[in-house]
């Protein structure tokens, strides 16, 4: 099973700063990560899939990278509205393993 | 468009079996796979089994010897069946689809929180 650690837990930024999420896998993964936004009280929101593709409707200022074991994703110019918590989630094998998360506070 | 939704029972006593049913509309579940995915409250998501297109089944280790996953393709309809619940499976339940047989959550449905107490 590929363990997915993520970090910080926890992220405070004023607004129009750039915010950058780790996740780094425990076996090799290729491009095989996924990062979703889960508001308060909603389910999780597919942002960015394998190959750091942006999902349709997705504003460009997210982003991600990476290859292997380490990968980051970033929001240029943060937004009020961009408050919730992200997860990384690794599709290379089964399990599907996700992040324990990020929580984006906006000053 | 594409729509998942959960249904079932908000509590289970402990030990008991929970059954929950994810109703679909939008596409075909003999095109598209569905999943299963739970959370605990506070914490991360936890991927607990998938419905292949082709009706095969994928589960999570950790879950296998207590999970069950099954399809009415008639009805739109995937099915969840989990014995020997305990409390620590407290948590939103929530079934999610994959396009074109891709690996990644790509639609999830509202979620149903399952308690276990007695």
């Known amino acids: 099973e590929t363990t997915v650690t993520q970090s910080p837990a926890s992220l405070s930024m004023a607004v129009g700063e750039k915010v950058s999420i780790s996740c780094k896998t425990s076996t090799d993964i290729d491009d095989d990560m996924n990062w979703y936004q889960q508001k308060s009280g909603e389910a999780p929101k597919l942002l960015i899939s394998e190959g750091n593709t942006l999902r349709p409707g997705v504003p460009s200022r997210f982003s991600s990278s990476g290859y292997g074991t380490d990968f980051v994703f970033t929001i240029n110019n943060v937004l009020l509205g961009d408050e919730g918590i992200y997860y990384c989630q690794q599709s290379d094998n089964v399990p599907y393993t996700f992040g324990a998360g990020t929580k984006l506070e906006l000053k | 468009q594409v729509q998942l939704k959960e249904s079932g029972p908000g509590l289970v006593q402990p030990s008991e079996t929970l059954s929950l049913t994810c109703t679909v509309s939008?596409?075909?579940?003999?095109?598209?796979?569905v999943s299963w995915v739970r959370q605990p409250s506070g914490k991360g998501p936890e991927w607990m089994g998938r419905?292949?297109?082709?009706?095969?089944?994928a589960y999570n280790s950790a879950l296998k010897s207590r999970l069950s996953i099954s399809r009415d393709t008639s009805k739109n309809q995937v099915f969840l069946k989990m014995n020997s619940l305990q409390t620590d499976d407290t948590g939103t339940y929530y079934c999610?689809?994959?396009?074109?047989?891709?690996?990644?959550?790509?639609?999830w449905g509202q979620g149903t929180l399952v308690t276990v107490s007695s």
């Open positions: 419905m292949w297109y082709d009706g095969d089944t």
């Open positions: 999610t689809s994959h396009t074109m047989g891709m690996d990644w959550f790509a639609y």
């Open positions: 939008g596409f075909s579940l003999t095109s598209y796979s």
